[in-house]
C-alpha cells in the first residue's frame, strides 16, 4: 500500500510517498465492530477512547486501516475533534432525497 502526502514548508510543496505492506488484514467480524462503536457513539471520538470501546483488543495498524477504509466509503468523518459517524440512513431521509429535484449543473 502506498500514501502519498503533500506538506507545505515555506510555500513549497513537498510529496512525501511511504509504502509500508499490510501484515494484517481485518476481518470483516472486526469492520463491523469498529463501525458499530463508531455509529453509536454520541459524539467525535479519539482513537485511544475507540480503543476502549472495542469489545476487543485491535492491533493499532489493523484499527487504521479500517478507519481509512470507512473515511473513503463515506461513512465516517475524521476531523480535529475525533471520529464521527456520518452516513445517514434513515428511511424517510432517503426517501426525501428520491423525491428531490436535481439540479442540472
Known amino acids: 500500500m ?7 514548508t515555506g510555500g513549497k510543496s513537498i510529496n512525501i ?19 458499530k462503536v463508531i455509529n453509536e457513539a454520541d459524539g467525535p471520538l479519539s ?12 492491533m493499532d495498524q489493523t484499527l487504521r486501516l479500517i478507519l481509512a477504509y470507512l473515511e473513503d466509503k463515506g461513512s465516517i468523518y475524521i476531523g480535529k475533534k475525533g ?18 429535484k436535481r439540479l442540472k449543473l
Open 17 to 35: 510517498k511511504i509504502s509500508f505492506a499490510v501484515r494484517h488484514w481485518p476481518t470483516l467480524k472486526t469492520v463491523l465492530m469498529v463501525e
Open 83 to 100: 471520529i464521527s459517524w456520518i452516513e445517514n440512513n434513515d428511511p424517510k431521509f432517503l426517501k426525501m432525497l428520491e423525491k428531490g
Open 2 to 8: 502506498k500514501l502519498e502526502n503533500v506538506q507545505q
Open 47 to 58: 482513537i485511544s477512547e475507540l480503543k476502549r470501546r472495542l469489545k476487543t483488543k485491535v
